[in-house]
T-cell receptor
Framework: DQQVKQNSPSLSVQEGRISILNCDYT??????FLWYKKYPAEGPTFLIS?????DKNEDGRFTVFLNKSAKHLSLHIVPSQPGDSAVYFC?????????FGAGTRLTVKP | DAGITQSPRHKVTETGTPVTLRCHQT?????MYWYRQDPGHGLRLIHY???????DKGEVSDGYSVSRSKTEDFLLTLESATSSQTSVYFC????????????FGPGTRLTVL
């Protein structure tokens, strides 16, 4: 059973616009959420995280929003740049159990 | 970048043969993980270790075993490889469990014919 779902396999946006990547989870025990970015032939790299006691965390162009009642989180990238083109994974953890979504491929067009 | 290396980076093997993948870290992190990445599934945890000789199963552990005899090395063994184990395997490390981000190695692409 997939406890973390990214329902959009791909997303294409224009350079300078906002990218919004979405993630849903089913396990209410998850209390920490992360986003990873992955380029081809490389391992995922950590991007940003949020604890369940917060509803927003911002780091430069990247903002993660958490809606616990809806079991939903999203990653906003503003403004989007061509170098942001990659696969983005959301992850959710409860103590040592971390689950990942299937990923969303973001393409930022110049 | 966290000091994590994986070897080999690519391997092609035949069904029924044993395969061992190695993960080596220079960060002295306590936790080490093995994941596999498959299309439509994202990353799925195979096994993890929380210290030397301390390991536990993950979400997809059947057909895999692990060993950790030193802090810096975490080995993943496929005792008898099957075609369903064709995948990209990632090792990850973290300084603590759960609420800490994990740092990933570059991956090993394994093909079982």
């Amino acid at each position: 059973d997939q406890q973390v779902k990214q329902n959009s396999p791909s997303l294409s946006v224009q350079e300078g616009r906002i990218s919004i990547l979405n993630c849903d989870y089913t396990n209410s025990m998850f209390d920490y959420f992360l986003w990873y970015k992955k380029y081809p032939a490389e391992g995922p790299t950590f991007l940003i995280s949020i604890s369940s006691i917060k509803d927003k965390n911002e780091d430069g162009r990247f903002t993660v929003f958490l809606n616990k009642s809806a079991k939903h989180l999203s990653l906003h990238i503003v403004p989007s740049q061509p170098g942001d083109s990659a696969v983005y994974f959301c992850a959710a953890s409860a103590y040592s159990d971390m689950r990942f979504g299937a990923g969303t491929r973001l393409t930022v067009k110049p | 970048d966290a000091g994590i290396t994986q070897s080999p980076r690519h391997k092609v093997t035949e069904t029924g043969t044993p395969v061992t993948l190695r993960c080596h870290q220079t960060e002295n992190h306590r936790y080490m993980y093995w994941y596999r990445q498959d299309p439509g599934h994202g990353l799925r945890l195979i096994h993890y270790s929380y210290g030397v000789k301390d390991t536990d199963k993950g979400e997809v552990s059947d057909g895999y075993s692990v060993s950790r005899s030193k802090t810096e090395d975490f080995l993943l063994t496929l005792e008898s490889a099957t075609s369903s184990q064709t995948s990209v395997y990632f090792c990850a490390i973290s300084g603590a469990s759960g609420r800490n981000e994990q740092f990933f190695g570059p991956g090993t692409r394994l093909t079982v014919l």
